[in-house]
Nanobody
Framework: QVQLVESGGGLVQFGGSLRLSCAAS????????MGWYRQAPGKQRELVAT???????NYADSVKGRFTISRDNAKNTVHLQMNSLKPEDTAVYYCNALVSGSWPRTGQYLYWGQGTQVTVSS
């Protein structure tokens, strides 16, 4: 079992910054990739940023140049530094982890956190 605990959400003004963190805990797994997704009211959940164990990153076009994803492998933690925030960034942000299980629970599994609210005022 893997648990993802998110923190860092809140209310910020236009142009402000927030730093989201997500820590994975449990046993019998190794993380292959972690990421952040978001879902605004009435919209589908969308990818924000991902990072692999090798450090390769991927960003949604809407956040490129403003958001930075990073990973601390030793702590099984991923961060999302969000700068120059806009009202359209308002959403619930979800942490995501792709993990590989140890024997006998081999295979790949996708886990989600509970989400943290980010609200950007205009």
């Amino acid at each position: 079992q893997v648990q993802l605990v998110e923190s860092g959400g809140g209310l910020v003004q236009f142009g402000g910054s927030l730093r989201l963190s997500c820590a994975a805990s449990g046993s019998g797994f190794s993380i292959q990739a972690m990421g952040w997704y978001r879902q605004a009211p009435g919209k589908q959940r969308e990818l924000v940023a991902t990072i692999t164990s090798g450090g390769s990153t991927n960003y949604a076009d809407s956040v490129k140049g403003r958001f930075t994803i990073s990973r601390d492998n030793a702590k099984n933690t991923v961060h999302l530094q969000m700068n120059s925030l806009k009202p359209e960034d308002t959403a619930v942000y979800y942490c995501n982890a792709l993990v590989s299980g140890s024997w006998p629970r081999t295979g790949q599994y996708l886990y989600w956190g509970q989400g943290t609210q980010v609200t950007v005022s205009s």
